[in-house]
Each structure stands twice: as C-alpha cells, then as structure tokens.
C-alpha cells in the first residue's frame, strides 16, 4: 500500500500537527466523528489496517475545500481517491444512489453497443459528424430518464450549449459513440471501468478530427484534464471548460444580450471545476455581459465555495441534505430568487433538496440561463 502514501515527510509532519483540513471540512461539520487528518493518520500507522474497510473512505465528498486549504498542499481527494480502489479490491464498496443506475450505465458503455445519444439535438441546432470542435455532452441524457421525477430536463442544458455555438457559427462534432467519462467510476474506485472508458472515448474523438473539445461539464472537463493523460498518455487535442471557450470567443462573436429583468440572482461555485479545476471567473465575465444584471455573490464563493453535498453519484444521505439546504438558505440570505450553476449535477442536487425543503428559489443551469438573455431576433428559435 505504499504506493498510495505520495506524502514527503514533511508533508506528514505537518499534518501530524495541524488540523485546517479537519476544521474545513463540510463534512465533519455534519458527522464530528470524520476527519480528514485521522485519515491519513490511519494510513500511515497501518496501511494494510482496518481503514481499507471503513466507511470514512466513502463519506468524503472530494470536494477539495480540504487541499485548497492545507498549508503543505496535501491533495486529500487524490489520496482517498487511491484508497478507495484498494478498498474496492478488498470488498468494500460505496453504497451507489438511485439503485445504481448511473454506474450501471457506465458499466453497460464499456461494451460494444449501438447508441442514439443524439436525439436531444435534432431539431434543436445544427451538428456535424466530424469537424474541428467537439462537443463532449457527458451523461446528460442519461440524466434525462433517471431524474424525471423532478421535473428536469438535462439536455435543456446541452440544447442551449448547441443554440449558443450555433449562433456564434459553430456546428460541433457530437457523437453517438461518446460514453461516459468516467468520472463516477474513477471516484468509487471502478477504475477497470474507467480505463475502458477513456480509451473509447479517445478513440472516437480522434476519429472525429475535433482540434478542440468542448466541455459544459465540470466533472468531464476535470476528469479529462487531470485524469485522462495519467491512464492514455497526453491528448492530442485542447481541452476547454465551455465557459472558458464561451468568454474567449462570445464578446467577438456578433451576439448582444438584452437587459435583465429576472431579479437577483446569485451563482453555485461547482467543486470539480472551482478548487480541482481553478476556473472561478469566466461564468462571472459570462453573467456580466448581460446589461443591467442584478448579480450578487453568497458569503462562501470561489475556493470557499459550499459542496453541493453529493459526489460520483453515491453516498446521498442525510449529511448531504443538510448541506445542500444550508447551500440553498446561503443564497436566499442574498435576496437572490435565482440560484445559477454550470454543473449538471449542482442543479439536479440543489433542486432536489429545494423541492424537500418548500424553498422557493429557481435552480437553473447557466447556458440555459444565457440563451434566455440574448436580445431581440438573436432568441427566436434558439430558446430550447
């Protein structure tokens, strides 16, 4: 197990005698007996010990707010991260939300199969098969069927993105052949799955041609940024978060944006591209593009940000719900009645936990939220 204690001794005796990560953690402000930092304590008294089956290793979130933190940059979701695949081998195994249907589905993607993953986009914009821009949509989709149930319709994010790039004269590779990237897989420890995963996905966007691929998911731009080049080696193509595309290329673009009269609304800092990716501005340059916009930050934004509660699609439980309605009274404190996030999964969470607490506040995706604003002729047959 050595090879999952990439610590310097500096690094351990500093932690040994500090306590930030603990202090910070949303987690262990909800269940006092989790620790990051008795975690690593664990690991490095008994590597081989009991902390391969503990349940500590599955209520982390990831969330970084520990490492953004700590004064000898300690990544603690990269170490938890290589433990829980161990643990996974050792028969230990997170407890998968929605009866697994998401990591069922990742399962089902590593073999050869037939797919219509592009249904969401006819009718709704112009795309092509092969071109120098790839839209990497990600699981939305698959988001459409599992959470019906709360009256959300994914790919009205991925239609808008489509709307959005279309009217700045781009027609987008999107593929029937993209899978999953991963991510849930890579986080519980799947990484048999996740390896499978990026070797097919790489080989579908070589065949493309794409120069570029597109991402307006947090979790699949940092899992190909980070992750992909450690298991395929270096990509031959750029890698770019959408908003950071979008603030590039929209200002030039010939597209205006008409004055707000949606009331405040404020913005949900997603912790796969915030503290693991460091892209905090672009959605703020984004929002103020728009003309008299009433925008107002919550007291714990940027690397402060609060998690959404729920990481990889497991674990949901009551801690989660707490956080998650702390987040939602975070924004309301603003005067804000509209809460905007770039992350699929912020929304589908978020909105789950407004639903259960009566709170009346609007959950509402960003790209969506943008096309909404673009002024005059610019909106007709784009709103999707």
Sequence with gaps: MEQTLPLTRKQINYCMECGVCTASCPVSRELPSFSPRQIIKRAMIDPDGDLLQSRELWACLTCARCSSRCPVEIDFPEFNRSYREEARKEGNFPLESHHGISQTIARLQTRELKQHRTAWAEGAGTFRDTGDYFYFVGCLPFF???????????????????????????????????????????????????????????????????????????????????????????????????????TRELPGAGLSFASSDNGAVTYQDPCRRGRLAGIYEPPRQLLRLIPEIQFVEMGRNRENALCCGTSACMECSSCSKAMQIERLREALQTGAHTLITACPKCQIHLTCAQGDAGLELKVVDLYTYLLGQLSGDETKDRRP
């Design 144 to 246: 459409d069927v599992t959470f019906r149930y709360l009256d959300l319709a994914a790919t009205e994010s991925s239609q808008s993105v489509l709307k959005l790039l279309n009217g700045m004269g781009i027609e987008p590779v999107i593929s029937n052949d993209e899978r999953c990237c991963g991510h849930d897989a890579l986080w519980s420890g799947d990484i048999d799955t996740f390896s499978k995963l990026a070797r097919l996905n790489l080989e579908v966007i070589r065949g493309s041609g794409a120069k570029t691929v597109i991402f307006s998911c947090p979790e699949g731009y940092t899992t190909f940024k980070r992750h992909y080049p450690k298991y395929v080696g270096d990509l031959p193509f750029e890698v770019l978060h959408l908003t950071e595309f979008l």
